[in-house]
């Protein structure tokens, strides 16, 4: 087996899309894609997503699957926009539907949307295999900092999601609605009884603050060593309570009110109302 991987990061929204291929069949996953948004402007733009697809063309290869590691809260997902565009069966955990059923009613979106995940084309249960043209790619659960967190697992390459950020900046928060500082402790102690070599590919990294260039790849062995909040074999009581002091400190990212109800639905947009224009929901004193 021979797999790839070539990552796209976005300095805007500091998001790593990795892209996953299979050297013999050419064919791929895409791992959390992103639509640029100017809040400002309330403007969708496909800048990102294009040099994805551009990419993609000009290698010859053959998108099976767009992959969601959860529902994310500071980009909107480009999973829709690059179904439509190159094609590829979109994949998330089944846990996206506690997901909608809890933002459904924070929008008020009972009527106007499903809340069965059927956005997706497929929904990910713990332990369900699938593959990548040769690849066999296996999901692992890893909720806590939402429920619809999941692990990928292919070849010797996992993509974590929010779970892990680099070593040097610690775990991800765990104060969104159906958040566990307890579950989340649990997923990262079975991302680290993978193998230690294995790599593990993050959705995220700030430059610890803009002391280094932004990473987005490490290993199993690094982050059981060094990671600031899990690793050297820190508690499950040292970690809770590490996080929930953290959290309580951090305010809501930029755009989490217009991406969540977005990319709940596989990415997306509201549909058109009766002046032909889309609207997105801003709810008041939700959190």
Known sequence: MTVTVKTFFDSETNNATHLVCDGETRNCAIIDPVLDFDLAAGKVVTR??????????????KVEWILETH?????????????????????ISSG???????????????????????QFDR???????FSIGNLEARVIHTPGH?????????????????????????TARCDFPGGSASQLYNSLEKILALPAETRLFL???????GSRDCCWETTVEEQRDNNIH?????????????????DATLSMPKLVLPAIQVNMRAGEL????????????????AF
């Open 48 to 61: 990102s997503a294009d040099e994805l697809m551009a990419y993609v063309n000009d290698e010859s290869f």
């Open 71 to 91: 529902v994310h809260a500071d980009h909107l997902s480009a999973c829709a926009y690059l179904k439509e565009k190159i094609g590829g069966k979109t994949g």
């Open 96 to 118: 996206v539907i506690e997901v909608q059923k809890t933002f459904g009613a924070i929008y008020n979106l009972e009527g106007d949307s499903a809340l069965d995940g059927s």
């Open 123 to 129: 929904l990910f249960s713990d332990g369900d295999s």
């Open 146 to 170: 939402t429920p619809a967190c999941a692990t990928y697992v292919i070849d010797d390459c996992a993509f974590t999601g929010d779970t892990f950020f680099m070593p040097d900046s610690g």
């Open 203 to 209: 959705n995220h990294d700030y430059g610890c603050g």
């Open 230 to 246: 899990v690793g050297g074999g820190k508690t499950a009581e040292e970690f809770i309570a590490m996080r929930e002091e953290r």
């Open 270 to 285: 509201p549909p058109p109302e009766a002046n032909g224009s889309r609207f997105l929901k801003i709810p008041l004193n």
